[in-house]
């Protein structure tokens, strides 16, 4: 198993500043994803980020919004940018072993809230 | 695309009974898996039980189990003997079976009462 760190795990911003979410995993992986999770709501996939390529954004999410950095195989940050009250969220790391790993941990999310 | 469907937002519980929550999705693939996880109030999701598609038989875990119907596109998680611990939000998840895109798709999620 991963054992997976997320810095921080709660902040509160201001409306139109940007926040850098840390990831860290103990182990090295090749998918890393995030996820955002809405209060009361299910996930959602924001982006995948490989080592040493771009990060794939999925539909509804820009890098210009949410860049992401994964400059190694166990760090990876997500910048939410211009935040507004809409962005208020948890937002999760997960990470995947192998190409074939069925598994997928999670890190214990960072909690953000914009006012 | 997938989809993953949950009808049951709210479900309870008395301690020690058995309940089942209830998961469908769609797909257009043979091959693929299926997890229940549970995020109780710390965030954390935490990985329930997992099944392979090509298996027929069911999954278990302890006091988890699942209900794979494969045809139907139905996957429902039963908890035996159901503990104050259990008390959480589940959530069905699908994974698709290549190598990439390992991303999960999540349903809209249960929140699972248990009474003491």
């Known amino acids: 198993s991963a054992v997976i760190s997320q810095k921080p795990s709660r902040d509160i911003c201001q409306r139109g500043t940007s926040l850098t979410i840390q990831c860290q995993v103990d182990s090295q992986v090749t998918m890393m994803f995030w996820y955002r999770q809405q209060p009361g709501q299910s996930l959602t996939l924001i982006a995948t980020a490989n080592q040493g390529s771009e990060a794939t954004y999925e539909s509804g999410f820009v890098i210009d919004k949410f860049p992401i950095s994964r400059p190694n195989l166990t760090f990876s940050t997500l910048t939410v940018s211009n935040m507004s009250p809409e962005d208020s969220s948890i937002y999760l790391c997960s990470v995947a072993g192998t190409e074939m790993s069925y598994e997928q941990y999670f890190g214990p999310g960072t909690r953000l809230t914009v006012t | 695309a997938q989809t993953v469907t949950q009808s049951q937002p709210e479900m309870s519980v008395q301690e020690a009974e058995t309940v089942t929550l209830s998961c469908t999705y769609d797909?257009?693939?043979?091959?693929?898996?299926l997890f229940w996880y549970k995020q109780p109030p710390s965030r954390q999701m935490i990985l329930v039980i997992r099944?392979?598609?090509?298996?027929?038989q069911n999954a278990t875990e302890n006091r988890f189990s699942v209900n794979f119907q494969k045809a139907a596109k139905s996957f429902s998680l039963k908890i035996s003997d159901s503990q104050l611990g259990d008390a959480a939000m589940y959530f069905c998840?699908?994974?698709?079976?290549?190598?990439?895109?390992?991303?999960?798709?999540f349903g809209e999620g249960t929140q699972l009462t248990v009474n003491p």
């Open positions: 998840a699908y994974r698709r079976w290549a190598t990439s895109g390992s991303r999960l798709t």
């Open positions: 099944q392979e598609a090509y298996k027929q």
């Open positions: 797909t257009s693939e043979s091959d693929y898996y």
